[in-house]
């Protein structure tokens, strides 16, 4: 280790003052990290880390949160650092877990048994978890943590384990379709799957168990992903900024979730989404939404590419829960439906222009 990194630690042991030690061990971390690049002699890394363990109790929380950033995809560290740093409180911890190196198993089991889901959502994507630590996150049996493992290649699947699933997988079909993939991209996998299939498993679903029996994996897979579509838009997991997200990205229309939303009559949802647009307040898209003869709301609309479908499905849903006078439904559908015409044949002239 560069004798400059050891005189700065040498000044750190006579500093007095926490506040002024603390700043300088997250700087020292920071120096040790670049200049040591990224293998650092055994002798560094023993060194350095017996450093910290010395002053790591001197130090305050958030300078022991900037070193498990500093050294948590990095071998720089040894394990007893590790493993210290691993103690600490669940948000601090999730990167080290997912990615540091220098965990022992002893440590990663344990931590299987006892922490949090965000945690155990990390050592499931770890780039390789050994049988002893799946066994151990399966039986908690959390959803996220079951589909992590399943989409991570390098997490190894015992029998047991594989039982797990077949269990877990019968409420869920994003839990059935994920094993049907994994039996596609892991041999090892597929053919402890099918094992069961064959010795009949009564916990393993009909239609997996066929599958897995007739070579139809692949078949299963596109009909279950299709069955989850619509779930996954209105699922409880993702946020109302996610789906903004979805649609920013082209993943999800506006006119689709939009249309889902109606179909469950979520009123707080469908006011939320045409309000976001423009920026309104709840109160103001809900006068909106029971006003006739409404430009603006058309016009929102229209800019979001709205089909003639769903606003009537719109309209229908404003008659019911926001008092939107029922004799002007049917001309505020017809009324639309003119002004998706005319705006594609507006569309058009200009495509034509061009």
């Known amino acids: 280790m560069p004798e400059d990194i050891i005189q700065q630690f040498q000044i750190l042991a006579r500093e007095k003052d926490p506040s002024a030690r603390s700043l300088l061990v997250r700087k020292v971390t920071a120096e040790y990290v670049r200049r040591t690049g990224y293998e650092p002699s055994d002798a560094e890394r023993e060194l350095f880390s017996s450093l910290v363990l010395d002053l790591y109790e001197q130090i ?50 344990h931590a299987a048994r006892v922490r949090s889901e965000s945690v155990l959502r990390a050592i499931a994507r770890r780039q390789r978890v050994r049988e002893p630590v799946v066994d151990a996150l399966m039986s908690r049996a959390m959803n996220n943590v079951v589909q992590d493992l399943l989409r991570n290649l390098g997490s190894d699947f015992s029998s047991n384990a594989l039982l797990l699933c077949a269990i877990i997988c ?39 168990l066929r599958a897995t029996l007739d070579g139809t994996l692949e078949q299963l897979v596109e009909d279950m992903e299709a069955r989850l579509f619509e779930a996954d838009v209105l699922s409880d ?46 109160n103001a898209m809900e006068h909106l939404l029971a006003s006739e ?62």
């Open 237 to 282: 997991d993702p946020t109302r900024d996610e789906l903004l997200v979805k649609i920013n990205l082209g993943e999800l229309t506006f006119d689709n979730l939009l249309d889902s939303l109606i179909a469950k009559n979520r009123k707080e949802d469908v006011i939320w989404l045409l309000k976001d647009a423009p920026g309104l307040s709840v």
């Open 60 to 109: 305050d929380l958030s300078v022991r949160r900037d070193i498990i950033t500093l050294l948590a995809r990095t071998s720089h560290i040894s394990t007893p650092l590790a493993e210290r740093l691993a103690l600490e409180n669940d948000e601090l911890v999730i990167t080290l877990y997912e990615y540091s190196p220098m965990l022992s198993q002893k440590t990663l089991l």
């Open 170 to 208: 019968q409420s869920s079909y994003e839990i059935q379709s994920l094993m049907a993939a994994r039996g596609l991209a892991d041999q090892m996998f597929h053919q402890r799957m099918r094992r069961h299939a064959e010795q009949g498993c009564p916990f393993m679903p009909v239609t997996l």
């Open 293 to 354: 003869t409404n430009r603006i709301l058309t016009r929102l609309l229209l800019e979001q590419n709205v089909s003639v479908k769903t606003f009537e499905a719109l309209t229908k849903w404003r008659v019911d829960h926001v008092g939107f006078p029922n004799r002007h439904a049917v001309r505020e559908v017809e009324n639309y439906r003119q002004s998706v015409h005319q705006k594609r044949r507006s569309e058009k002239q200009m495509q034509d222009a061009i």
